[in-house]
């Protein structure tokens, strides 16, 4: 009876063992089941992750082409804009330049006038006085011819 009664026992160890068993398989699956989603998510954000990096990379590969770019143009835009002052600046001089030869011209031409002015003046002068001899000599002669 005791043999009965522990073979009996034993089944219903075993029973409750074998429910245990299948009890923590289900779990097993259940967390296989949930490891694999967490991985296959994770895996998934991983290659979002790197997908995102490249683009920024890309992103910033392409940002600094047009900076190298832009910076070779403003170095362009220097050297003619540099061209371009001297070329003011050599302008600027030839121009002083031919306003002090204006200058010089006007004032010998100034000259010039006023020496013609002294001499049409002179001549004036001397052809008034001549004028004067003439009309002397013209009353002289008359009154010669009178006499």
């Not at 009664?5 to 409750?16: A, C, E, P, T, W």
């Not at 998934?44 to 910033?60: H, P």
């Not at 330049?97 to 002179?122: C, G, P, W």
Request: net charge negative; glycine share 2%.
């Amino acid at each position: 009876k005791e043999i009965e009664l522990l073979k009996q026992r034993l089944v219903d160890v075993q029973g409750s063992l074998d429910s245990f068993v299948t009890s923590l398989r289900e779990k097993e699956k259940s967390w296989q089941l949930s490891m694999d989603k967490l991985r296959s998510e994770s895996e998934a954000r991983e290659r979002a992750l790197r997908d995102e990096n490249t683009k920024l990379k890309l992103d910033v590969d392409e940002r600094e082409r047009n900076l190298v770019q832009r910076a070779r143009e403003l170095e362009g835009l220097r050297g003619e804009f540099t061209k371009a002052q001297e070329a003011l600046q050599a302008a600027q001089a030839a121009l002083q330049d031919k306003e002090k030869q204006l200058r010089e011209t006007i004032d010998k031409s100034e000259e010039r006038e006023r020496v013609m002015r002294d001499d049409l003046s002179r001549i004036k002068g001397e052809l008034t006085a001549r004028n004067r001899e003439y009309e002397a000599l013209q009353v002289d002669s008359s009154k010669e011819i009178e006499l």
